[in-house]
């Protein structure tokens, strides 16, 4: 395994020479700014609010090239996100947290409008004003899918005083072409304003199939957003948006995993595939700041299909001749109406206690449905009823749907301005419909044979708590304790073994301890947080027997999650920022949990590394009258984690270490950079596959370099 620390050392190190010098007198202040965040819902100072949540800003996010969520995510301690070459798989892990994409342990917000299947939820960061990693069970805001935390994802609103516009692009190696604009300002100032954006991407892929000399893994997607801002009042607003993207992807880079250790970015196989996704997302968000009451309401409406075509034995062996052909789509619709105290005008009880509230009715409806068929060789997965040799082919078909809705209440007693209860609570129902069924054809025999069909429904409910204490110790530090209770909805597998076509519900308790504190005039900001997290009926995704690329739910019994987080900002000096992370887990199934029938008692949660940790700092200082020259440097690495829950294999501790130079003018910029700088092998994902315990996976992102340049006016 090769030593991480000399990356640290390498990227911490890199601009002592730069950082050393003395600013001018017309730099940045040396202040941190103040970032509000919507993780309770309503805005508050991410200082202030008693969670642990990390806000990546719209600065941060330009200062970063970050382009999407899993670019993002490397600020936030105790987040992994496990996402394939095909970005429709893409699954976020908090804290040890997570699930399959249609029943997702952390859900994501895309302008307040959940993503209920994670499928849409992997998207271009296209005018995106901030994006907010809240962790912890929110269940009693959020309700069912957030037991390990959310991701909030905001847009930039239109501007309502002067028009705006820019232009930027990107060139790298592995022929990276990246194009993005965008424009906006008031249509009627003051009261009607337009916003556009969008943009195009492709790029090589990263993966060569030996086989043919081709690259699998590459990627094309055009997306956009347009809003129209309209504020009739200056109490009213109402805001619409359309958002949409288009991906034309390649195959899975997936491969053996001994072998893609020994040769990365390399496979051999006879089959040559693709990935394909379309999203389309409509919202409406009407809002009402009144002097003692804010109303909110929130309409949206996500649907997306994916079509995929792809080798199933992943080899180059013809006597293995075996593809799969998915297609998948959903349509979903939510509507929120939330109540709440106006920020400034909580109802005074008496000179020293002031009460918080917020209420809100959520009401959603969910129709997913998947058409599979895999062509198969019985030397590859045979079944009982057909003789060796003969291929067969396997289809599923399955529509879900699932209509639910969620009413929640939480306030907040402040007594002396110094000490804060807050209880709060949620009742969650939904009822989930299933109508499945799966056909064997063996075109050498002539005949369909029915294996399953079943159409079922099944009702669910529970009752989320929210119990917290927070003390401000002084006006710059302030002490938190929550306990909460998280919560998954059971339901039925599009595809899994006759015995579990239904799984349970999971639940959790979420306790936390947590200090926020500003520092030196809000020069420097430091903020821990201690974790404590028990399941009960825990969902694990795991691989279907006998069928592969088939993955199902069920439920293996207990587990733990405990751990700490640290975070740390700073601005020492005007033009020089400072920044870092590290968050330790020790995710682990409790006695008597089972997984695909084997006793997985105190193994290691999959996907939750024993720590993650980023650090860097950026330095701007000006070159002359018309131009400020800038540097970055930042590390992230990962502890070791688990692929699966029989914890047979693992990644081993990595560090990757990305670098950016460039100069920036009132109205242009221009950048070089270089990611994992030091070409870092590892493999991000692997799972379990067939009935053989095959283990494949896919080579992490190689190094990527390339320019960067843009105007706005």
């Not at 969650?428 to 069909?453: C, F």
Request: contains cysteine; hydrophobic residues 35%.
């Amino acid at each position: 395994m090769k030593n991480t620390f000399p990356y640290w050392a390498i990227s911490l190190a890199v601009l002592p020479s730069m950082a050393s010098a003395q600013p001018s007198a017309n730099e940045a202040a040396t202040r941190l700014p103040e970032i509000t965040v919507v993780a309770e819902k309503v805005p508050d100072t991410v200082q202030a609010v008693p969670l642990s949540v990390t806000a990546v800003t719209r600065d941060t996010l330009a200062d970063d090239d970050a382009r999407t969520v899993k670019d993002a995510a490397i600020f936030a301690p105790n987040v992994f996100l496990n996402e394939f070459t095909a970005r429709k798989l893409s699954n976020p892990y908090f804290r040890g947290i997570g699930s399959s994409p249609s029943n997702p342990g952390v859900t994501t917000y895309i302008d307040d409008v959940p993503q209920l299947n994670a499928t849409s939820s992997s998207i271009e960061l296209v005018d995106v004003d901030q994006v907010e990693f809240v962790r912890g069970s929110q269940g009693t805001l959020y309700g069912r899918d957030t037991v390990g935390g959310l991701i909030n994802v905001t847009s930039r609103q239109p501007s309502l005083t002067a028009w705006h516009s820019a232009a930027e692009g990107s060139l790298g190696n592995y022929n990276l072409r990246d194009a993005r604009v965008s424009t906006g300002g008031p249509l009627i100032p003051e009261e009607l304003g337009l916003g556009l954006a969008g943009g195009l991407v492709d790029r090589d892929g990263y993966t060569r199939n030996d086989f043919t000399g081709h690259r699998l893994d590459s990627r094309e997607d055009y997306f956009g957003r347009a809003q129209l801002l309209w504020k009739p009042s200056s109490d009213w607003e109402v805001r619409l948006s359309l958002a949409g993207e288009h991906d034309n992807d390649g195959d899975y880079a997936l491969g053996d995993l001994a072998a893609i250790r020994a040769n990365p970015h390399h496979v051999s196989r006879d089959f040559e595939g693709y990935t394909h996704r379309d999203i389309v997302a409509p919202t409406l968000r009407l809002e009402h700041k009144g002097t003692v009451v804010d109303f909110t309401m929130i309409t949206g409406l996500v649907h997306w299909q994916t079509e995929d075509l792809t080798d199933l034995d992943y080899t180059a062996d013809s006597t293995k001749a075996s593809t799969r052909r998915n297609s998948e789509k959903e349509t979903q619709f939510t509507e929120e109406l939330r109540l709440a105290s106006a920020k400034d005008a909580p109802l005074v009880l008496t000179d020293t206690l002031k009460l918080k509230w917020q209420t809100g009715l959520f009401l959603f409806s969910q129709d997913y449905q998947q058409d599979a068929f895999n062509d198969l060789t019985t030397t590859f997965a045979p079944l009982p009823m057909m003789p060796a040799g003969v291929g067969y082919g396997y289809q599923e078909n399955a529509d879900l749907r699932d209509l639910g809705l969620g009413l929640n209440g939480q306030t907040t007693l402040t007594a002396w301005n110094k000490l804060d209860f807050t209880l709060g609570a949620r009742v969650d129902w939904e009822r989930k419909e299933a109508d499945l069924q799966s056909t064997t054809t063996i075109p050498a025999k002539g005949n369909v044979v029915h294996l399953s069909a079943l159409t079922a429904h099944k009702d669910y409910s529970e009752v989320s708590p929210h119990f917290g204490l927070g003390y401000h110790l002084t006006n710059e530090a302030t002490a938190y304790a929550t306990a909460t209770r998280g919560y998954k909805a059971g339901g039925f597998n599009p595809s899994s073994p006759a015995d579990s076509v239904e799984y349970g519900p999971e639940h959790t308790w979420d306790y936390e301890l947590g200090v926020k504190t500003s520092w030196l005039d809000n020069r420097l900001l430091a903020n821990l947080a201690v974790f404590y997290i028990n399941w009960q009926d825990i969902q694990v995704n795991q691989p279907t027997p006998g069928a592969p690329g088939g993955f199902y739910i069920n439920n293996a019994g207990q587990a733990t999650s405990k751990g700490v987080e640290f975070e740390l900002t700073a601005r020492p000096l005007a033009g020089l920022d400072l920044f870092g992370g590290v968050g330790l887990t020790d995710a682990r199934f409790g006695s008597g949990s089972i997984e695909s029938a084997v006793d997985v008692s105190d193994n290691r949660l999959q996907y939750a590394p024993e720590f993650t940790a980023n650090a860097g700092l950026q330095y701007s200082r000006a070159l002359c009258q018309a131009a400020t020259g800038y540097a970055r440097a930042e590390v992230v690495s990962y502890g070791n984690y688990q692929y699966n829950s029989q914890n047979t294999a693992s990644q081993s501790a990595y560090s990757l270490v990305n670098f950016r130079l460039g100069v920036r003018g009132a109205r242009w910029f221009a950048e070089g950079w270089i990611k994992n700088a030091f070409d870092r092998d590892y493999v991000p994902i692997a799972f379990t596959y067939n009935s053989e315990s095959l283990l494949i996976g896919e080579s992490g992102a190689p190094m990527t370099c390339g320019i960067r340049a843009g105007v706005n006016f």
